[in-house]
């Protein structure tokens, strides 16, 4: 039997909470935890503080469902991949490809996720919100279960390169993660470009998994 799923508060799909969640992102992106604030957010939302506070209690909140937001977007659109049919090397391939094209799409949110939650936020903080912080982890574990399962298939049939499937997935996530640091999204940016990009990335990714070389 699957683990239960958790919950949060990004389950509600209000676009109002939405929106505060997408722009608390690019606050996050841009200035990191510690020099965010709620005023900040509700200046990129051209909003009063009070909508905010509608929604969260503090920052810290926030800054939780923006991480959550953030996995539960992955977990959706990646784990129909690793369940669906096929050659090992094929699945990990569509899944490394969507996980790239989803960090190049919804480039605020996911890199705020993949940079973390910050020391000086878990030192702070982690008494009152562990069951979050635990929440978190959890998902993030499950996430990197879907890619270890799926390398291990490959394991198994001969096709990856004989490594732990969970020692496997750091330098194949370290590739195709570090997008995050070096893009900067334009305006202007057409989706095939960012569909070449997140390719490119993930053939160089399985490359370094195959035993083969890709034909």
């Known amino acids: 039997?699957?683990?239960?799923?958790?919950?949060?508060?990004?389950?509600?799909?209000?676009?109002?909470?939405?929106?505060?969640?997408?722009?608390?992102?690019?606050?996050?992106?841009?200035?990191?935890?510690?020099?965010s604030t709620i005023d900040a957010v509700a200046d990129r939302l051209g909003a009063t503080k009070g909508r905010i506070y509608?929604?969260?209690?503090?920052?810290?909140?926030?800054?939780?469902?923006?991480?959550?937001?953030?996995?539960?977007?992955?977990?959706?659109?990646?784990?129909?991949?690793?369940?669906?049919?096929g050659s090992p090397a094929e699945k990990l391939r569509r899944m490394g490809?969507?996980?790239?094209?989803?960090?190049?799409?919804?480039?605020?949110?996911?890199?705020?996720?993949?940079?973390?939650?910050?020391?000086?936020?878990?030192?702070?903080?982690?008494a009152r919100h562990v069951k979050t912080l635990r929440q978190i982890v959890r998902m993030r574990d499950e996430y990197e279960q879907l890619f270890a399962e799926v390398i291990d298939q490959g394991i198994r049939a001969g096709v990856f390169i004989d490594l732990p499937p969970r020692l496997a997935t750091k330098p194949f996530f370290g590739t195709l993660n570090w997008v995050t640091v070096?893009?900067?999204?334009?305006?202007?940016?057409?989706?095939?470009?960012?569909?070449?990009?997140?390719?490119?990335?993930?053939?160089?990714?399985?490359?370094?998994?195959?035993?083969e070389p890709l034909p």
């Open 97 to 126: 490809l969507r996980h790239t094209e989803i960090l190049l799409i919804d480039s605020a949110t996911q890199k705020v996720a993949v940079q973390g939650l910050e020391k000086n936020l878990l030192a702070a903080k982690a």
């Open 182 to 211: 070096w893009f900067s999204p334009r305006k202007l940016q057409r989706p095939e470009d960012l569909t070449a990009i997140a390719t490119t990335l993930t053939d160089y990714a399985l490359r370094g998994i195959l035993k």
């Open 1 to 35: 039997m699957e683990p239960a799923r958790p919950t949060s508060r990004t389950d509600d799909t209000s676009e109002s909470r939405q929106e505060i969640i997408r722009a608390a992102a690019e606050v996050f992106m841009e200035f990191g935890y510690a020099a």
């Open 54 to 85: 509608h929604y969260y209690r503090s920052k810290a909140e926030l800054y939780f469902d923006v991480q959550i937001a953030a996995m539960e977007r992955l977990l959706a659109e990646i784990e129909p991949l690793a369940r669906a049919e």
